[in-house]
């Protein structure tokens, strides 16, 4: 050895404590684990994060912005104290106050709205992922105006997966990543579902199986995929349907998969002068018919020994009933669907169509899987093995946040179905409890008493006409119009309407505004400029705020802060208490159903606290049902309390592992058991349980899944289903539109609802298409959040917005030749309803009519705790300037919401601009005046020593 060598530590002791909790720095929920160090005076701090190898999600894998976690936890811009509003609204000046005082001042404003007109509270979330408890508190409160942010993120996505096949992408499903032979991504940004989706990728690659990427950018996933179709956006729905045309013209169907397993084979009635036309044939327990091929007879679907058969017709009483298959090949053969019919609007070639479908059909039927694992059906059909189609697909919001999202993604469902390719191996496989059909879920509910408790869930599932939330006037229940004939099937509400409509008074005004990780001023809405002046617009003859009262939740200074006229401080994730519950958004994989737990791994160093743990003692000091005791004391004495003794109902609370049963712990149902929180730390902070291996396919229509699925409490009775190509509740809407039934839309609305509401997948022109010059606007406009930043809270992390501190438009070679662009370039983006001046990037692989920029890099001086002059809030900026939450005037001088109308999915993607090259301003334009910072501004740096 020579002499000199240095000696070296190769294992420091990294940490004097691992704790092991979930991360949040997006909604992925990987498992952390934490290091901790002891300071001098013993005090723990946290040293570095890393996945937890054990954790189902990530199994170690932890991306960049769960590593810099560490800095989400020290950024100065946290809030310190709970704030009352002393300067005019949006000023940024407050005042600290108590939590006394600010429980006080809530409570003051919310106990009279309660007793005398509940409706008057609008209380909607953001990102958060409690829904399942904020939606009690806001259902005890008797308020019918509450929701979280799904309708202006994906509600399209997972409507139309719960309406078509009891489930959707990502929480409720995933590619079978051991088996999948060929995977398709529609849509999604670059890192979207991030650890689990990467992890996947390279599985798949690392076996040699393909990957094709559909979206108009390619960046993220799409840039290590095989194959690359940069499609024109709103067109997805187009070129799916070609995809189906073609698999039909070739006959390659899985057909005896979508005879027993889908409603292809139920018959529907073809009398266009019936009010059941279009309807399936049921029978007198109303269960829907099929025509069996034992005995050529009708059947209900789910008949013991049942062969449905796809072919037969069906007549009595002088009607004909056709199978839904016959109405799928009629829809799908139609030759306007041919490759060639929209190859010029989708921007994709004919051939590549073609080849695509070709491939798909390869996979899907020349390289069949067959696992040796027996399984029984719920017709008492017993299989020797499961067949498999190893075409995978994942899809999110780019096909999705268009006004005909619904129909492109019931589209893309059909395409998976048509191919046998969902819950079969190598396909999509459903994540427990889901799937879950439509019908398993709750109904809206919207009946208000005042004093009382609303009369049920808040959001739900539409079946027809009677279920919408209407008034007996027609007018509607809820202030964002959800569950309306502009909207019916809004199962997640409409968040991104809630402030113009109570700025308009339509349908009616509120008192109180109450939200949470809602960044409303700023990159959450639509229209951002526009929302900042109706939060603080001012009615005229009273000189009071139109909006009167707003509260708001929020770890960070972030724009909205500044129009609140009370803050009560949320913690950050590593020093709260969260269940990340099967009741809510759970965090499961297809061969196990999990649920996890946070908890304070530090202790704030601030005044604030948990808004979960917030509400619980609201609701006490408001008398709120669920929240106080028989004796009117407070029931659960913060979030950790009801996270382990809340019974939503017998035996089943917010998590499911660790629960008390007769003979010690147990999971799925059980009582309530005080150790459970601890039981979840020393397991690493999450519990899973397996899905037995019987039950791992065709999880609808598979017994063995069934039975393992009441043991475990996602439901109380065995409920095997079949997929639902065909959506009757749309036909019901149509057939109400068409002038049947008590519940009949306004007729402004009819045509509308009879155009989009196809019980079969359909495409539309986006809505806003036929209200501008297309030829003048010619350019899509898109956004995407950045990799390191995807569903992060907050771009002000140190670490990461070393990554991206500012966001240039990107264009693509066409456009940036037609107008000369040079690097450090800038240009004037307009659309119908705004202008911005921004700088501009070269990208070729990019569709050539196609813009786009990262989303929520661009700041308001003042936010964040950042520096006025930092580069977000010079030269970041926002495209939100430039998409209106209305559409353009129709003829007749109405202006409606840029949603989708069937579930009003906010139309981001809509936009259409123009684009012009012109003179380097300062900044870009507009530029927002700056808002005083209730924080103070960050240091030039920081730097701290963890350890002794
Ligand atoms: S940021 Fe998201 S993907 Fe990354 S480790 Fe955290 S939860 Fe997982």
Same mark, same amino acid.
């Given at each position: 050895?020579?002499?000199?060598?240095?000696?070296?530590?190769?294992?420091?002791?990294?940490?004097?404590?691992?704790?092991?909790?979930?991360?949040?720095?997006?909604?992925?929920?990987?498992?952390?684990?934490?290091?901790?160090?002891?300071?001098?005076?013993?005090?723990?701090?946290?040293?570095?994060?890393?996945?937890?190898?054990?954790?189902?999600?990530?199994?170690?894998?932890?991306?960049?912005?769960?590593?810099?976690?560490?800095?989400?936890?020290?950024?100065?811009?946290?809030?310190?104290?709970?704030?009352?509003?002393?300067?005019?609204?949006?000023?940024?000046?407050?005042?600290?106050?108590?939590?006394?005082?600010?429980?006080?001042?809530?409570?003051?404003?919310? =106990?009279?709205?309660?007793?005398?007109?509940?409706?008057?509270?609008?209380?909607?979330?953001?990102?958060?992922?409690?829904?399942?408890?904020?939606?009690?508190?806001?259902?005890?409160?008797?308020?019918?105006?509450?929701?979280?942010?799904?309708?202006?993120?994906?509600?399209?996505?997972? #409507?139309?997966?719960?309406?078509?096949?009891?489930?959707?992408?990502?929480?409720?499903?995933?590619?079978?990543?051991?088996?999948?032979?060929?995977?398709?991504?529609?849509?999604?940004?670059?890192?979207?579902?991030?650890?689990?989706?990467?992890?996947?990728?390279?599985?798949?690659?690392?076996?040699?199986?393909?990957?094709?990427?559909?979206?108009?950018?390619?960046?993220?996933?799409?840039?290590?995929?095989?194959?690359?179709?940069?499609? %024109?956006?709103?067109?997805?729905?187009?070129?799916?349907?070609?995809?189906?045309?073609?698999?039909?013209?070739?006959?390659?169907?899985?057909?005896?998969?979508?005879?027993?397993?889908?409603?292809?084979?139920?018959?529907?009635?073809?009398?266009?002068?019936?009010?059941?036309?279009?309807?399936?044939?049921?029978?007198?327990?109303?269960?829907?018919?099929?025509?069996?091929?034992?005995?050529?007879?009708?059947?209900?679907?789910?008949?013991?020994?049942?062969?449905?058969?796809?072919?037969?017709?069906?007549?009595?009483?002088?009607?004909? $009933?056709?199978?839904?298959?016959?109405?799928?090949?009629?829809?799908?053969?139609?030759?306007?669907?041919?490759?060639?019919?929209?190859?010029?609007?989708?921007?994709?070639?004919?051939?590549?169509?073609?080849?695509?479908?070709?491939?798909?059909?390869?996979?899907?039927?020349?390289?069949?899987?067959?696992?040796?694992?027996?399984?029984?059906?719920?017709?008492?059909?017993?299989? #020797?093995?499961?067949?498999?189609?190893?075409?995978?697909?994942?899809?999110?919001?780019?096909?999705?946040?268009?006004?005909?999202?619904?129909?492109?993604?019931?589209?893309?469902?059909?395409?998976?179905?048509?191919?046998?390719?969902?819950?079969?191996?190598?396909?999509?496989?459903?994540?427990?409890?889901?799937? =879950?059909?439509?019908?398993?879920?709750?109904?809206?509910?919207?009946?208000?008493?005042?004093?009382?408790?609303?009369?049920?869930?808040?959001?739900?599932?539409?079946?027809?006409?009677?279920?919408?939330?209407?008034?007996?006037?027609?007018?509607?229940?809820?202030?964002? =119009?959800?569950?309306?004939?502009?909207?019916?099937?809004?199962?997640?509400?409409?968040?991104?309407?809630?402030?113009?409509?109570?700025?308009?008074?339509?349908?009616?005004?509120?008192?109180?505004?109450?939200?949470?990780?809602?960044?409303?001023?700023? /990159?959450?809405?639509?229209?951002?400029?526009?929302?900042?002046?109706?939060?603080?617009?001012?009615?005229?003859?009273?000189?009071?705020?139109?909006?009167?009262?707003?509260?708001?939740?929020?770890?960070?200074?972030?724009?909205?802060?500044?129009?609140?006229?009370?803050?009560?401080?949320? %913690?950050?994730?590593?020093?709260?208490?969260?269940?990340?519950?099967?009741?809510?958004?759970?965090?499961?994989?297809?061969?196990?159903?999990?649920?996890?737990?946070?908890?304070?791994?530090?202790?704030?160093?601030? /005044?604030?606290?948990?808004?979960?743990?917030?509400?619980?003692?609201?609701?006490?000091?408001?008398?709120?049902?669920?929240?106080?005791?028989?004796?009117?004391?407070?029931?659960?004495?913060?979030?950790?309390?009801?996270?382990?003794? $809340?019974?939503?109902?017998?035996?089943?609370?917010?998590?499911?592992?660790?629960?008390?049963?007769?003979?010690?712990?147990?999971?799925?149902?059980?009582?309530? /058991?005080?150790?459970?929180?601890?039981?979840?730390?020393?397991?690493?902070?999450?519990?899973?349980?397996?899905?037995?291996?019987?039950?791992?396919?065709? =999880?609808?229509?598979?017994?063995?899944?069934?039975?393992?699925?009441?043991?475990?409490?996602?439901?109380?009775?065995?409920?095997?289903?079949?997929?639902?190509?065909?959506?009757?509740?749309?036909?019901?809407?149509?057939?109400?539109?068409?002038? $049947?039934?008590?519940?009949?839309?306004?007729?402004?609305?009819?045509?509308?609802?009879?155009?989009?509401?196809?019980?079969?997948?359909?495409?539309?022109?986006?809505?806003?298409?036929?209200?501008?010059?297309?030829?003048?606007?010619?350019v899509h406009a898109l956004t995407q959040r950045p990799m390191a930043m995807y569903h992060s809270w907050g771009t002000q992390n140190a670490w990461l917005r070393q990554i991206h501190g500012l966001n240039p438009?990107?264009?693509?070679?066409?456009?940036?030749?037609?107008?000369?662009?040079?690097?450090?370039?800038?240009?004037?983006?307009?659309?119908?309803?705004?202008?911005?001046?921004?700088?501009?990037?070269?990208?070729?692989?990019?569709?050539?009519?196609?813009?786009?920029?990262?989303?929520?890099?661009?700041?308001?001086?003042?936010?964040?705790?950042?520096?006025?002059?930092?580069?977000?809030? %010079?030269?970041?900026?926002?495209?939100?300037?430039?998409?209106?939450?209305?559409?353009?005037?129709?003829?007749?001088?109405?202006?409606?919401?840029?949603?989708?109308?069937?579930?009003?999915?906010?139309?981001?993607?809509?936009?259409?601009?123009?684009?012009e090259k012109t003179t380097t301003p300062a900044e870009s334009q507009p530029v927002t005046p700056a808002q005083k910072s209730p924080v103070g501004k960050g240091p030039k740096s920081q730097a701290w020593k963890?350890?002794?």
């Open positions: 050895m020579p002499k000199d060598q240095p000696i070296l530590d190769t294992s420091p002791k990294v940490s004097d404590e691992v704790r092991k909790t979930t991360c949040y720095m997006c909604a992925c929920r990987c498992g952390i684990d934490v290091h901790m160090k002891a300071q001098p005076d013993g005090q723990m701090k946290v040293a570095y994060i890393e996945g937890n190898k054990d954790h189902p999600v990530n199994q170690g894998v932890l991306c960049a912005k769960g590593s810099a976690g560490i800095m989400q936890v020290n950024a100065p811009s946290r809030l310190k104290a709970p704030l009352k509003r002393v300067g005019p609204r949006g000023s940024g000046e407050f005042e600290e106050i108590s939590w006394e005082e600010a429980l006080t001042i809530a409570t003051d404003w919310l =106990k009279p709205i309660r007793e005398k007109a509940p409706e008057k509270l609008a209380f909607f979330t953001g990102r958060d992922q409690s829904q399942s408890f904020t939606s009690l508190w806001a259902q005890g409160f008797g308020t019918p105006n509450y929701a979280a942010h799904g309708g202006f993120c994906s509600v399209n996505m997972a #409507a139309a997966g719960i309406y078509t096949m009891g489930g959707a992408f990502w929480e409720f499903g995933q590619p079978d990543w051991e088996h999948t032979k060929m995977f398709v991504l529609f849509g999604v940004a670059e890192d979207h579902d991030s650890n689990p989706i990467k992890m996947g990728i390279g599985k798949i690659k690392g076996r040699g199986a393909r990957m094709v990427g559909i979206n108009p950018i390619r960046t993220g996933y799409n840039a290590v995929a095989d194959d690359w179709f940069g499609i %024109t956006p709103g067109t997805d729905g187009l070129l799916i349907m070609a995809l189906i045309h073609e698999l039909f013209k070739a006959g390659k169907l899985d057909l005896d998969y979508l005879a027993r397993f889908t409603n292809a084979s139920c018959i529907v009635n073809e009398d266009p002068k019936s009010d059941q036309n279009g309807l399936l044939l049921r029978d007198s327990d109303g269960q829907p018919q099929v025509i069996d091929k034992n005995t050529g007879h009708l059947a209900p679907w789910n008949g013991q020994g049942v062969e449905p058969d796809l072919a037969s017709t069906h007549r009595a009483a002088g009607v004909t $009933h056709r199978p839904v298959f016959h109405l799928m090949a009629d829809r799908f053969l139609d030759p306007k669907h041919a490759p060639e019919m929209v190859a010029d609007a989708t921007g994709i070639s004919a051939d590549r169509i073609k080849r695509l479908a070709a491939d798909m059909a390869h996979v899907a039927f020349d390289e069949a899987i067959e696992l040796d694992r027996p399984w029984t059906d719920f017709r008492g059909k017993k299989h #020797a093995k499961m067949i498999g189609r190893p075409v995978s697909m994942h899809a999110m919001r780019g096909i999705s946040a268009h006004s005909n999202g619904f129909q492109t993604c019931r589209a893309l469902h059909m395409l998976q179905i048509v191919l046998g390719a969902v819950e079969t191996p190598g396909g999509m496989r459903f994540k427990p409890p889901y799937p =879950k059909p439509a019908t398993a879920h709750p109904k809206p509910h919207g009946k208000v008493t005042p004093g009382q408790a609303l009369n049920g869930p808040h959001l739900g599932f539409v079946h027809s006409p009677e279920d919408l939330m209407l008034n007996e006037d027609g007018s509607a229940i809820r202030i964002d =119009k959800a569950f309306t004939w502009d909207n019916p099937l809004s199962s997640h509400g409409m968040m991104h309407m809630v402030i113009s409509n109570a700025h308009a008074g339509d349908p009616y005004k509120i008192d109180t505004l109450f939200m949470y990780m809602a960044n409303m001023s700023w /990159n959450s809405s639509m229209n951002t400029t526009g929302v900042m002046e109706m939060l603080t617009d001012k009615d005229d003859e009273t000189g009071e705020y139109v909006i009167p009262r707003i509260i708001y939740s929020d770890a960070y200074s972030s724009e909205m802060v500044a129009y609140a006229d009370l803050i009560l401080p949320d %913690t950050t994730y590593l020093e709260r208490h969260d269940c990340i519950s099967l009741l809510d958004r759970p965090i499961s994989e297809a061969d196990g159903v999990a649920d996890a737990i946070r908890w304070p791994v530090i202790e704030p160093d601030r /005044n604030v606290r948990g808004f979960q743990s917030v509400l619980c003692e609201l609701g006490a000091r408001l008398d709120l049902p669920g929240f106080v005791n028989d004796d009117g004391s407070q029931k659960y004495e913060d979030y950790a309390d009801y996270i382990t003794n $809340h019974i939503r109902r017998p035996g089943i609370g917010p998590l499911a592992g660790f629960r008390m049963g007769e003979n010690g712990l147990t999971e799925g149902r059980g009582d309530s /058991n005080e150790g459970q929180i601890d039981s979840y730390i020393k397991n690493g902070g999450f519990w899973v349980s397996h899905v037995p291996e019987e039950a791992s396919y065709y =999880k609808p229509f598979n017994m063995a899944y069934q039975a393992w699925a009441v043991k475990m409490g996602f439901y109380d009775s065995e409920q095997p289903y079949i997929f639902t190509p065909y959506v009757e509740p749309l036909r019901r809407m149509q057939l109400a539109a068409e002038g $049947h039934g008590r519940v009949q839309p306004p007729d402004h609305l009819r045509e509308q609802v009879k155009r989009t509401m196809d019980p079969l997948p359909m495409w539309y022109a986006p809505l806003s298409d036929d209200l501008i010059d297309t030829s003048e606007f010619n438009l990107y264009v693509p070679t066409k456009i940036w030749e037609q107008h000369s662009f040079a690097d450090g370039d800038w240009a004037k983006v307009t659309s119908p309803s705004g202008v911005i001046t921004v700088p501009v990037a070269h990208m070729a692989a990019l569709n050539e009519n196609t813009v786009w920029t990262w989303n929520a890099i661009g700041k308001r001086k003042g936010a964040w705790a950042l520096d006025e002059k930092a580069p977000e809030a %010079t030269e970041g900026f926002l495209l939100n300037h430039l998409i209106h939450e209305l559409l353009p005037e129709k003829a007749d001088g109405m202006r409606w919401s840029n949603s989708d109308p069937i579930t009003g999915q906010a139309a981001w993607f809509d936009l259409r601009v123009k684009i963890v350890g002794k």
